[in-house]
T-cell receptor, first 112, second 112 residues
Framework: EDQVTQSPEALRLQEGESSSLNCSYT??????LFWYRQDPGKGPEFLFT???AGEEKEKERLKATLTKKESFLHITAPKPEDSATYLC?????????????FGQGTRLTINP | KAGVTQTPRYLIKTRGQQVTLSCSPI?????VSWYQQTPGQGLQFLFE???????NKGNFPGRFSGRQFSNSRSEMNVSTLELGDSALYLC???????????FGQGTRLTVV
């Protein structure tokens, strides 16, 4: 069964303290891996798409990387406004149809 | 460019009733997907429509149904509501199934 597992479930950092979030997946026919940010009561906000192992994408303090079995979201010198739940999703080809499978998310809190 | 619009934002319904949620995708996007988000299960895929055809369906009972109109707008219907249907229902649009999906703000459904 296709699975996406994110760790840790929750992470609390001090402002400026860099860290990484992990997304591991077991899926056949991977078509893409997506990172989203979600604030409470709102819909997920698209951050990055990664398609192949070795690919990297950057946006401000965030950098996403992809290997054959996992992806990392690196957060450098975070600020309180980076506090949110970060979701990872993989798009897979399953029985001829495309499907987006989400992880449970990592709840990130940045303390000033 | 307008984002994905979901209406209504909040709904309170009684067990046994039915409900219809609406989603207007980003202009030019022909793929619309629906997701259910709950604290315990996270984001779960309901179904995906492309050019008025349902291309993919998640593991939800037949009480959950949807449709897409010629202008790509989509509706989701839930019949015979149960308490467990209380959730944030999210709609996402994309140009095709292989590209990044952009989410609306969601409809918060509460069943009492």
């Amino acid at each position: 069964e296709d699975q996406v597992t994110q760790s840790p479930e929750a992470l609390r950092l001090q402002e400026g303290e860099s860290s990484s979030l992990n997304c591991s997946y077991t899926v056949s026919g991977l078509r893409g891996l997506f990172w989203y940010r979600q604030d409470p009561g709102k819909g997920p906000e698209f951050l990055f798409t990664l398609y192949s192992a070795g690919e990297e994408k950057e946006k401000e303090r965030l950098k996403a990387t992809l290997t054959k079995k996992e992806s990392f979201l690196h957060i450098t010198a975070p600020k309180p406004e980076d506090s949110a739940t970060y979701l990872c999703a993989v798009q897979a080809q399953i029985q001829g149809a495309q499907k987006l499978v989400f992880g449970q998310g990592t709840r990130l809190t940045i303390n000033p | 460019k307008a984002g994905v619009t979901q209406t209504p934002r909040y709904l309170i319904k009684t067990r046994g009733q039915q409900v219809t949620l609406s989603c207007s995708p980003i202009s030019g996007h022909r793929s619309v997907s629906w997701y259910q988000q709950t604290p315990g299960q996270g984001l779960q895929f309901l179904f995906e429509y492309f050019s008025e055809t349902q291309r993919n369906k998640g593991n939800f009972p037949g009480r959950f149904s949807g449709r897409q109109f010629s202008n790509s707008r989509s509706e989701m219907n839930v019949s015979t509501l149960e308490l467990g249907d209380s959730a944030l229902y999210l709609c996402a649009s994309s140009t095709t199934a292989n590209t990044e999906a952009f989410f609306g703000q969601g409809t918060r459904l509460t069943v009492v």
